[in-house]
């Protein structure tokens, strides 16, 4: 049973796989060959899962609205990451920035999907990114945020995440001392 429908909402690329780097731009794997787990990923979400919590992905895909990248691929890797993660789902953005859209992050709309499907309660629950726009959907939400390190982001000078880590693994120092001081 989970505990107070709380929950961890987990940006896809560059928090649960590793991303491409090209000429220092990142970008999403093209297809399942080039899907990496991140080490201690599993073990992670499977931590947070025995205490309770949802897990949830929420994921921006523009490359499908742009030609790029067939809508299949990226479901056949978020199948093969819900079959080796606990994550309940991943919820998709596959608009881009033109689109303008509710559902792309910045703006918080997966999360209050996901939010209102599993009746989460979003001020008890996390929201987890390697970009601004990770941080930014979970703060409009109403999460606590937790930013992953990484070299490629620009993040606006002023982003203050609740909590900065430097890999997924370091996140259960954060939250389960959280969860259970309350």
């Known amino acids: 049973m989970f505990k107070e429908n709380r929950a961890v909402f987990f940006d896809r690329d560059g928090v649960l796989n590793k991303v491409i780097i090209q000429n220092g731009k990142r970008y999403p794997p093209a297809n399942l060959g080039e899907v990496v787990i ?3 990923a599993g073990s992670t979400l ?11 992905g929420i994921t921006n895909q523009p490359d499908v609205a742009r030609g790029k990248q067939n809508r299949k691929i990226v479901e056949s890797i978020n199948d093969f990451l819900l079959c080796r993660l606990p994550l309940k789902e991943i919820f998709v953005c596959y ?3 033109v689109d303008n859209c509710n559902c792309r992050k910045p703006k918080p709309d997966l999360i209050l999907q996901a939010a209102k499907k599993y009746k989460i309660n979003l001020a008890q629950s996390y929201m987890i990114g390697d970009r601004w726009k990770d941080i930014v959907a979970g703060k409009q939400a109403g999460c606590k945020t937790i930013f992953i390190g990484n070299e490629y982001d620009k993040s606006p000078v002023n982003l203050k995440p609740d909590y900065s880590v430097n890999n997924i693994s370091e996140i259960i120092k954060i939250i389960i001392p959280d969860w259970r001081g309350k």
């Open 95 to 97: 608009h881009d920035d």
């Open 46 to 56: 499977f931590s947070l899962e025995e205490e309770g919590f949802f897990l949830i």
């Open 38 to 40: 991140f080490p201690n």
